[in-house]
């Protein structure tokens, strides 16, 4: 059962105005719906104005004074994975009190929640908004306020202004978030024969429709433009063959065993900003380090190591 996010704030209020420098993201990279906005950040060019902090992958352990299955801040920490510590991990900066953990910035502004994504307003030292569906949305509408480095006629446009097309993305956003993104967790977290079943004939049965719908030629989802519904997409299937086959028991097919979605991954992945917005070390390590005994799984090597995989459509099953 998903908690729903509690700070439903937007950039453009009057309280939170569209200025650069003055937003600030929290972030674990193992995490799907972070992977969302760190995409986001990326592909709209943000990556200047909006600052960003990214938390250790595996949370706090049951020894910890503050509890246990808490976000930390802790780039000291080792991955067991690569028995060192992970480059990407930082300390807590956007609150400029150094804090250790993502509770702390929820108590800070009265509240009991402790997820992320969390969009932190750095002027104000407030939660602007802790739902990723919202944070991408209004990044996209607010790029050019918020300081984008690509020209506005250069920029992808996520949220396209088209209602036929918006209509056709809240369908596909609505189909992928209920038997996908969250379709993998129903099915990997169940522990029941029959709940895990049905999600995971769901997701299947997804992919497969949207194998079909790629198969007009079209490059991405909405059609000719990359759009949400692309980028709320990904993350899923970038995890699907080197993590989620295996940890979420979705060992049905590989997204190699579907042509157009194989290529499909392979095109997003070659996007700029697409590739440095997410790491599967912090995935394996974050979905495989703090299940059955931590220790992670090697594979898959065949055809090819991933994320190198992604870097040949070629590979797609003819
Ligand atoms: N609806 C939220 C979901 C965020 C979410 O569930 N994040 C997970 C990490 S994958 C989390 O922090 N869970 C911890 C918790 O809720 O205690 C969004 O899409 O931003």
């Known amino acids: 059962m998903r908690g729903v996010s509690g700070f439903r704030h937007a950039i453009g209020e009057e309280e939170f105005p569209a200025e650069p420098g003055r937003y600030h993201l929290f972030v674990a990279l193992n995490c799907p719906w972070c992977h969302r906005v760190t995409l986001a950040r990326s592909v709209l060019g943000l990556q200047n104005s909006v600052t960003m902090d990214v938390a250790f992958l595996n949370r706090t352990g049951d020894d910890d004074p503050e509890g246990p299955n808490l976000w930390e801040f802790a780039p000291d920490r080792v991955a067991?994975?690569?028995?060192?510590?992970?480059?990407?991990?930082?300390?807590?900066?956007?609150?400029?009190?150094?804090?250790?953990?993502?509770?702390?910035?929820?108590?800070?502004?009265?509240?009991?929640?402790?997820?992320?994504?969390?969009?932190?307003?750095?002027?104000?030292?407030?939660?602007?908004?802790?739902?990723?569906?919202?944070?991408?949305?209004?990044?996209?509408?607010?790029?050019?306020?918020?300081?984008?480095?690509?020209?506005?006629?250069?920029?992808?446009?996520?949220?396209?202004?088209?209602?036929?097309?918006?209509?056709?993305?809240?369908?596909?956003?609505?189909?992928?978030?209920?038997?996908?993104?969250?379709?993998?967790?129903?099915?990997?977290?169940?522990?029941?024969?029959?709940?895990?079943?049905?999600?995971?004939?769901?997701?299947?049965?997804?992919?497969?429709?949207?194998?079909?719908?790629?198969?007009?030629?079209?490059?991405f989802l909405l059609g000719v433009h990359f759009s949400e519904a692309d980028l709320r997409l990904f993350p899923t299937l970038y995890?699907?063959?080197?993590?989620?086959?295996?940890?979420?028991?979705?060992?049905?097919?590989?997204?190699?065993?579907?042509?157009?979605?194989?290529?499909?991954?392979?095109?997003?992945?070659?996007l700029p900003g697409v590739a440095n917005a997410g790491s599967l070390v912090h995935c394996r390590q974050g979905y495989f380090g703090r299940s059955w005994n931590g220790v992670v799984p090697s594979g898959p090597f065949k055809p090819m190591p991933y994320p190198e995989a992604y870097l040949h459509p070629d590979l797609a099953a003819l």
């Not at 502004?109 to 569906?133: C, F, H, M, T, W």
């Not at 189909?175 to 996908?180: E, M, Q």
């Not at 080197?242 to 992945?269: E, F, Q, S, T």
């Open 239 to 270: 995890r699907h063959d080197p993590v989620y086959n295996m940890r979420m028991k979705l060992n049905g097919a590989r997204i190699l065993d579907y042509p157009n979605l194989w290529r499909w991954l392979c095109r997003v992945y070659a």
């Open 80 to 219: 067991s994975l690569t028995g060192a510590t992970l480059p990407e991990c930082t300390v807590e900066t956007g609150t400029g009190r150094g804090l250790r953990l993502a509770k702390e910035i929820y108590r800070a502004d009265d509240s009991e929640e402790q997820s992320l994504p969390i969009l932190y307003d750095k002027i104000a030292g407030r939660i602007v908004n802790n739902e990723s569906a919202d944070i991408i949305r209004m990044l996209d509408v607010a790029a050019d306020a918020l300081g984008s480095t690509i020209p506005t006629a250069e920029r992808v446009r996520l949220y396209p202004d088209d209602d036929m097309l918006r209509q056709h993305l809240y369908d596909l956003n609505d189909l992928i978030y209920r038997t996908i993104n969250n379709g993998a967790y129903k099915a990997g977290f169940s522990s029941d024969q029959r709940i895990y079943e049905a999600a995971f004939d769901a997701y299947f049965e997804t992919l497969e429709q949207l194998e079909k719908l790629l198969s007009d030629g079209r490059p």
